[in-house]
């Protein structure tokens, strides 16, 4: 029962430093000309990287597996790592570039978020997995206060940079997805590292060949980097590892995507600007929809009625 209520805590933790992380990697965008995104990315994920290696070697220990039940989990957890990382070099790529045009951290939070909706579709249409009417419903909820939170209820004018953040959203629902499919496979935290390696290498082998980085623009964007680094990346993407073991993909979606809630608050304190009431009316949306999708409702036809309940049973909650 506690890990329950533990995993979506660790989702929700995850969301909150991915929330602030957008308001650093803007920052870190406004030294494009002495730092590009794929050398950002490469540093970033580095660190992260480099950051798990002493909580591996204290907390993650191999106990009650022969030798080769260790090997054959090694490889597992490599092979599996690696492919995660290619997803998420590609998202967090594409993610790092849409901010760099579009230079508003709550817009590229609301179209990174609609992975809350293309999860569930990816998981019906992939895998024909059931997803409980409540959850489509909290999803739909949630992602009308998405717009409200983010957009302000401005028009919705598409550029090049909102096409990306479109395709960085993809990525992220593959990466969700992929995460909930190799997660009991593996050991979680060198699972983290050799995917946040993979995205480093592949990061500083693209900015070698199309990138640019000067040590002057590594000094300037140290702060982004150490935070993206150690909280977005080695925090929050073990929490989302973590989080999602017994964490249900479309409930972890809903969780992961109120990050841009928290992008939203992460602007209004470093760009010193109040809430609106559209905005207020977003959270309250977003609260709704969180709520309801942990609520354990189930649906019955009884005499060819519908009649909607409480699960009696912890395995009904979905």
Known sequence: MKKKILSPMLCLIAAIVWGFAFSFQEIASNNVEQIDAFFFGGIRFAVGAVSLIPVILIFEKEKG?????????????????????????????????????????????????????????????????????????????????????????????????DILLLFCSLCFTAHIIVIDKFISKVSALKYSVVQFFTVAILNILTGLIFGHVTWDGIVATIIPILYCGIGSTGVAYTCQILGQKLTPPTVAALLFSTESLFSVIAECIFKQKLPTGTMLLGCSLMFVGIILSQLPLEFKRVNGRLHIGFAKSEDSIK
């Open 65 to 161: 597996m022969t030798r080769d039940e260790k090997k054959i989990k090694m490889k597992s957890t490599f092979i599996y790592g690696v492919i995660t990382g290619v997803v998420l070099f590609a998202a967090s790529a594409l993610q790092q570039f849409g901010i760099q045009i579009t230079q508003a951290s709550g817009k590229a939070g609301f179209i990174t978020g609609m992975y809350l909706i293309f999860v569930p579709i990816a998981g019906f249409v992939l895998f024909r997995q059931r997803v409980s009417p409540v959850v489509w419903g909290a999803a739909i909820i949630a992602l009308c206060g998405l717009y409200f939170l983010c957009m302000g209820g401005e028009g919705f004018a598409v550029s090049w940079g």
